[in-house]
């Protein structure tokens, strides 16, 4: 049983595309995360979220909570932008992860 | 700030041996939690504590055991490793445990067992 499940698995894209990652979750949540994982494996986080939309330079995350549906956007996209993007949701004091989406930008 | 330090970053056992696996940070974080990642699987809870004292059980906590004695650090023992646990383990810490609050994660310790 996935509680977090993310689509694409892996995406590839030429640079300057707008791109869109989609999370969907099973349960009741206190936030949403969104995280990146770069080749060297280490994970930041890019954004938390429990209502509504936030706005980090050229990423976009939205959360529906009603639908428990999130998604990153990407616009732009550059080839530094290639990296694992992760879905985590909190609920109680547990956080499950998505099994992540692969982006590749091709110059 | 160092934010949250693990060592070591890679390691090898032997099936049966015993290793601790150190998660440290100096953010005065209450929540700090252990994570497996394996191919093909997200991330998975193995344990994690809201305050020095308190630890309680993740998604896979069979095989491994902590403890939080101060704040600051959040070891993750193996008893007796098996090659099952041989996987990529991340530490993260939050600055509390209630509410919504980022979570920040270490390096990472790449480990296997033979």
């Known amino acids: 049983k996935n509680e977090v499940e993310q689509s694409p698995q892996n995406l590839t894209a030429q640079e300057g595309e707008f791109i869109t990652i989609n999370c969907s979750y099973s349960?009741?949540?206190?936030?949403l995360h969104w995280l990146q994982q770069h080749p060297g494996g280490g994970i930041v986080s890019l954004f938390m979220?429990?209502?509504g939309k936030k706005k980090h330079g050229r990423l976009i995350a939205t959360i529906n909570i009603q639908e428990k549906h999130s998604s990153l956007h990407i616009t732009a996209s550059h080839p530094r932008d290639s990296a694992v993007y992760i879905c985590?949701?909190?609920?109680?004091?547990?956080?499950?992860f998505g099994t992540g989406t692969s982006l590749t930008v091709i110059p | 700030n160092a934010g949250v330090t693990q060592t070591p970053k890679f390691q090898v056992l032997k099936t049966g041996q015993s290793m601790t696996l150190q998660c440290a940070q100096d953010?005065?974080?209450?929540?700090m939690s252990w994570y497996r990642q394996d191919p093909g699987m997200g991330l998975r809870l193995i344990h994690y504590?809201?305050?020095?004292?308190?630890?309680d059980q993740g998604e896979v906590p069979n095989g491994y055991n902590v403890s939080r004695s101060t704040t600051e650090d959040f070891p993750l023992r193996l008893l007796s490793a098996a090659p099952s646990q041989t996987s990529v383990y991340f530490c993260?810490?939050?600055?509390?445990?209630?509410?919504?609050?980022?979570?920040?994660f270490g390096a990472g310790s790449r480990l296997t067992v033979l």
């Open positions: 993260a810490s939050s600055y509390s445990w209630g509410g919504a609050n980022v979570l920040t």
């Open positions: 349960v009741g949540i206190s936030a």
């Open positions: 979220l429990s209502s």
């Open positions: 985590a949701v909190k609920t109680g004091n547990q956080f499950y």
């Open positions: 953010m005065n974080h209450e929540y």
């Open positions: 504590s809201v305050g020095a004292g308190i630890t």
